[in-house]
């Protein structure tokens, strides 16, 4: 059965491979939020609007992505849009 790729970034989500897209000889790998750390100031304002709780300090924001829901709250809210959903294409 195909999965949707939401449904696949939140398999993804927990550190598995992915699901096949793109075609015969290539996949799809989800990685997740990351936080940019060379960018971000250290304002902590992504813990304040994080649901899941899943991100600690210390000297720069970290996303623990096992228990991210991938609102995207944090990214819309950086303002040194230092949040990036990373995706990444892995040829078979
Ligand atoms: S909101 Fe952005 S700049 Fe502020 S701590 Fe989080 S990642 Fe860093
Ligand atoms: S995407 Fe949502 S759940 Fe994931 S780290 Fe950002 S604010 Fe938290």
Same mark, same amino acid.
């Given at each position: 059965?195909?999965?949707?790729?939401?449904?696949?970034?939140?398999?993804?989500?927990?550190?598995? #491979?992915?699901?096949?897209?793109?075609?015969?000889?290539?996949?799809? #790998?989800y990685?997740?939020?990351?936080?940019?750390?060379?960018?971000?100031?250290?304002?902590?304002?992504?813990?304040? #609007?994080?649901?899941?709780?899943?991100?600690?300090?210390?000297?720069?924001a970290?996303?623990?992505?096992?228990?991210?829901?991938?609102?995207?709250?944090?990214?819309?809210?950086?303002?040194?849009?230092?949040?990036?959903?990373?995706?990444?294409? #892995?040829?078979?």
């Open positions: 059965m195909p999965v949707s790729v939401m449904e696949e970034k939140r398999i993804l989500n927990d550190g598995t #491979v992915g699901q096949a897209a793109g075609g015969k000889g290539s996949r799809l #790998v990685v997740g939020y990351n936080v940019k750390q060379d960018c971000c100031t250290g304002c902590q304002g992504c813990l304040e #609007v994080c649901p899941a709780q899943c991100i600690s300090f210390g000297p720069f970290s996303i623990n992505r096992s228990f991210c829901v991938q609102c995207g709250s944090c990214a819309n809210f950086c303002p040194a849009c230092a949040i990036e959903w990373v995706e990444e294409t #892995v040829e078979e």
